[in-house]
């Protein structure tokens, strides 16, 4: 039976993917901070199937639960990194900003890292696949330290990859790039374009897993978006009043 970690799994796309996988078969280690909402994923699909942990990827010791989870579960054949934070801030205040950064970027680190030479040390062999966003393919006026995190993940992954050659590790990795999905990250007072359900996202996602694909940007409106983000000179770019 295959074995997925997934960091970030009590709500929104993490928690689907990881039912998805489950109902595929997969035997899964779920962690995020709210631990009742994982106890409903274990108690639907058994304990034998699902460990659960209770995790904060900003805290130092997030490190050593994820060493018990991936125990407990027996190994890992997917490290899976859903957990994220994210808002608009046009006021830009910094507590928000720097409350972002240490989610998407500080504690990302922390676990990707640990899982990146948890395969290294111990199967040689594994997949890495993380939820960055679209929203790090250009600077957004409207929520700096989300698009900025997001850049940072995109490159941060491009650099395991190389790593992973370099270290001869044969670790497949897999950046993931919804557009809008609804979940709770999202404001529900706004309106967001081309907003797509949690349910499809997290359908995608297990098939472009399955393909082993680099970068894995959904669905294919947002692929078009992203095309035509690129597209534009950073001197218009940074003259655009880009509101969502
Ligand atoms: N929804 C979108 O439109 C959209 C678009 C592009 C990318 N994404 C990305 O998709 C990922 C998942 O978000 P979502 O849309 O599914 O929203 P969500 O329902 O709010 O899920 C976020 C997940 O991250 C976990 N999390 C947040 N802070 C954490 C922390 N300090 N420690 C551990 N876990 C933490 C949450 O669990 P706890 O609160 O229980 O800890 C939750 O399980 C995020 O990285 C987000 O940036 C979302």
């Known amino acids: 039976m295959k074995k997925a970690i997934i960091i970030g799994a009590s709500s929104g796309i993490g928690e689907e993917v990881a039912k998805l996988l489950l109902q595929e078969g997969w035997s899964v280690g779920i962690a995020a901070r709210r631990l009742e909402r994982l106890k409903n994923v274990q ?25 018990k989870l991936i125990l407990d579960l027996g190994g890992m054949d997917l490290y899976f990194h859903a957990s994220g934070i994210g ?7 910094p507590e928000v900003e720097i409350d972002i950064t240490k989610t ?5 680190v922390r676990l990707v890292t640990y899982a990146f030479n948890w395969f290294c040390n111990n199967t040689k062999k594994g997949h890495i696949a993380v939820i960055s966003s679209i929203a790090g393919t250009k600077g957004l006026g409207v929520s700096p330290a989300y698009s900025a995190t997001k850049a ?40 967001y374009p081309l907003m797509m359900k949690k349910e ?11 393909r082993k694909k680099r970068i894995l940007i959904i669905d294919w409106k947002f692929r078009l978006v992203v095309f035509v983000w690129k597209l534009i000179p950073n001197w218009i770019w940074e003259r655009m009043s880009v509101k969502n």
């Open 152 to 191: 940072m993940q995109n490159t941060y992954i491009q650099s395991l990859c190389q790593l992973s050659k370099i270290k001869k590790a044969d670790i497949s990795f897999t950046d993931i790039r919804p557009g809008f999905v609804e979940t709770d990250l999202l404001n529900k007072e706004k309106h």
């Open 200 to 210: 499809n996202a997290a359908k995608s996602i297990i098939k472009g897993l399955k």
């Open 87 to 93: 808002f608009q801030n046009v006021d830009l205040i």
């Open 43 to 67: 108690d639907k699909f058994g304990e034998d199937r699902v460990k659960i942990i209770e995790l904060d990827v900003k805290r130092q010791d997030a490190t050593s639960n994820l060493e």
């Open 104 to 108: 998407n970027s500080e504690g990302f």
